[in-house]
């Protein structure tokens, strides 16, 4: 027998997908266009999600993901980090370095778990909830390389952040609705032949435990 669905409620749904996956917005026609949808039935939809926050329009009217997405994503985020520290200490304790889980908020990128290594003599202290735009460091270019069709497995970066630190992160790939990196960074050389599929493995690693 099929399983019943919502029609309302799946429109309302590939709408918010819609609007993700489209960083500079979209006009009530485009969307009736990717949708196939009549542009009165989206147009009802927009305004109800808008009443949520979970839509807002910028000033040329064109519609974004709302705000009201954050504060349900967040109820999230711990699962996520629970999920993600064990994998994290592991890394952090096998290379030296501190270790950290990376999401984005917006056009940030806010870290969401960090683990430092208990040996070393010392290490960059990294602080949970720290933020940084998506374009700077390597936990913010990794997950906008996670957007690409065929992405790299890693990035590396020097001094973006912090004078002297360097980073190498690698995107989680294939956690729907989840845009993240995991990374290392270190005050110090950072060998990316040996740390890149470390890091990189340890990010399928999180991937995994999240699908």
Known sequence: MPT??????????RVLEALAASPGGLTITELSGRLEVNRTVVYRLVSTL????????????????????????SAVH???????????????????????LTVTEGEEALALAVVEPSWTDF??????????????GAAGKAI?????TDPAPYVLT???????AQGLAAPVLGVAGLEASVGV????????????PRVAAAATAIADRLR
């Open 50 to 73: 808008e009443q949520h926050a979970f839509v807002r329009r910028d000033a040329r009217g064109r519609l974004h993901v709302g705000l009201g997405l954050l504060h349900l994503a």
């Open 123 to 136: 290490h960059v202290s990294y602080r949970v909830g720290s933020r940084h735009p998506l374009t700077r």
């Open 185 to 196: 960074v270190t005050l110090g050389d950072l060998d990316a032949d040996v740390l890149g």
């Open 144 to 148: 906008l390389l996670g957007r690409e």
């Open 158 to 164: 020097s001094g973006e952040l912090q004078a002297g």
């Open 4 to 13: 019943e669905t919502s029609q309302t409620l799946d429109r309302g749904l």
């Open 78 to 100: 711990p699962l996520v980090r629970d999920v993600a520290v064990p994998v994290l200490r592991e890394l952090a304790e096998g290379v030296g370095c501190t270790a950290h």
